[in-house]
């Protein structure tokens, strides 16, 4: 929910939320409304998704299929009337984006550069006008040792990344992290004309 009853929130806040609502993603995707920060911003509204990648094949990036539910990601829209310099608007979008990969991707020198076109490509498919974007990708390697020697590493791709949308309308935005999440989850696009829906769990308020 917002941070403050999105009845006295301000109409442009209260926008982003129906467009939030109203927003549907692939059924891959399992989406629902988290507690959002409250310092940030005085208006803010978060969710969390995960995705059941089982049984399907690598992405066309290459990247390998991800086990079920070892895709998962945080997408949340802050809103300051007033705006915030950093921001360059009043709305800032902030997700995050969490996924465990094929082993042999840890050595790949290019695994940073490829996850960030990831991101760039949602935004720019789905439309999601945005400006001042930035962000990091990480990779953990874990190694096991001792008693556990043997066990596979596991490798570990994390991208955290923010923009500030050019209108309050957040669907595209959404849209295009959804489509981060299913990228990073080794999922196949749809094909052209196919669309795949899940009902939101939870209500927001208008």
């Known amino acids: 929910m917002s941070t403050a009853d999105p009845a006295d ?11 939030i609502t109203d927003t549907r993603l692939r059924a891959d995707v399992a989406l629902r409304e988290v507690p959002a920060p409250a310092r940030i911003a005085p208006f803010a509204v978060a969710l969390e998704a995960s995705v059941d990648a089982a049984g399907e094949p690598a992405g066309a990036a290459g990247t390998g299929s991800a086990a079920p539910d070892s895709t998962t990601g945080r997408f949340i829209v802050l809103h300051d009337p007033a705006g915030q310099e950093a921001w360059d608007g009043t709305f800032r979008v ?13 050595s790949d020198p290019m695994l940073g550069e490829v996850a960030w076109t990831w991101l760039e490509d949602s935004l720019a498919h789905c439309g999601a006008a945005a400006h001042a974007v930035g962000g990091t990708v990480t990779r953990v390697v874990s190694e096991s040792f001792g008693a556990l020697a043997g066990q596979v590493a596991d490798v570990e791709l994390e991208l955290r990344s923010s923009w500030s949308p050019d209108s309050s309308d957040m669907s595209r935005h959404l849209e295009a992290w959804g489509a981060l999440l299913c990228t990073a989850a080794g999922l196949p ?18």
């Open 9 to 19: 929130a301000p109409s442009a806040f209260r926008h982003a939320l129906r467009t």
């Open 94 to 106: 902030v997700t995050l984006v969490r996924t465990v990969m094929e082993p042999e991707m840890a």
């Open 189 to 206: 696009p749809l094909p052209a004309g196919v669309s795949s829906l899940r009902a939101r769990r939870g209500t927001m308020g208008r």
